[in-house]
């Protein structure tokens, strides 16, 4: 069964960093892209990031790109999110989510990490 | 970016009754290599969206076949054939056609 956990959420403040992570485990890891999509409190779902099976191929939504990085470790089969200078707009629920390739979609999501940045 | 629009924002229905869900993309969905990536998910309260309905029609496993999806080109519906009180939640549409991939903005299925 594939499962997906994310982790690191919390609290933060304007201008602060945080990193997500999420731990794979019911496939091959390293054999699937990975994404990151985030949800604003009572908000629909949004596209924030992905990346390649090699971590050679980076995309990122306008709106967190040059703030955030997403990485991936395959022997560790976890992704990350490393978040700088967030902003009160980052505000959400970010989830993980394995891609199905040859289908362009979203197959598999985690519980998600509720990010709140607050002062 | 690819606008999707989904309507209406919500949808009251009765149990045991049909209900249907529309998705209309600013752009074809139709790709350079002849696919159409559009997307169906679920997110019933309090959890995370779970996929029903890959490339327009294809059904994930483990979801009951009351649910159906149609569509061409920039319109699209999600069909459930008779609602079950486990069906209330909300609808995203999602493509996957044009980079970045976008969402529509959901619709939430309650039922009267």
């Known amino acids: 069964e594939v499962q997906l956990v994310e982790s690191g959420g919390g609290l933060i403040q304007p201008g602060g960093s945080l990193r997500l992570s999420c731990a794979a485990s019911g496939f091959t890891f390293s054999s699937h892209w990975m994404h990151w999509v985030r949800q604003a409190p009572g908000k629909g779902l949004v596209w924030v990031s992905r990346i390649s099976t090699d971590e050679r191929k980076l995309h990122y939504a306008d709106s967190v790109k040059g703030r955030f990085i997403i990485s991936r470790d395959n022997a560790k089969n976890t992704l990350y999110l490393q978040m700088n200078r967030l902003t009160v707009e980052d505000t959400a629920v970010y989830y993980c989510?394995?891609?199905?390739?040859?289908?362009?979609?979203?197959?598999?999501w985690g519980q998600g990490t509720l990010v709140t940045v607050s002062s | 970016d690819v606008v999707m629009t989904q309507s209406p924002l919500t949808l009251p229905v009765t149990l045991g009754q049909p209900a249907s869900i529309s998705c209309r993309s600013s752009?074809?969905?139709?790709?350079?290599?002849?696919?159409?990536?559009l997307n169906w998910f679920q997110q019933r309260p309090g959890q995370s969206p779970r996929r029903l309905i890959y490339?327009?029609?294809n059904r994930d496993s483990g979801v009951p076949d009351r649910f159906s999806g149609s569509g061409s080109g920039t319109d699209f519906t999600l069909k459930i054939s008779r609602v079950e009180a486990e069906d209330v939640g909300v609808y995203y549409c999602m493509q996957g056609t044009h980079w970045p991939w976008t969402f529509g903005q959901g619709i939430k299925v309650e039922i009267k």
């Open positions: 490339k327009v029609s």
């Open positions: 989510a394995r891609d199905h390739y040859g289908a362009n979609s979203l197959a598999s």
């Open positions: 752009q074809s969905l139709v790709h350079s290599d002849g696919n159409t990536y």
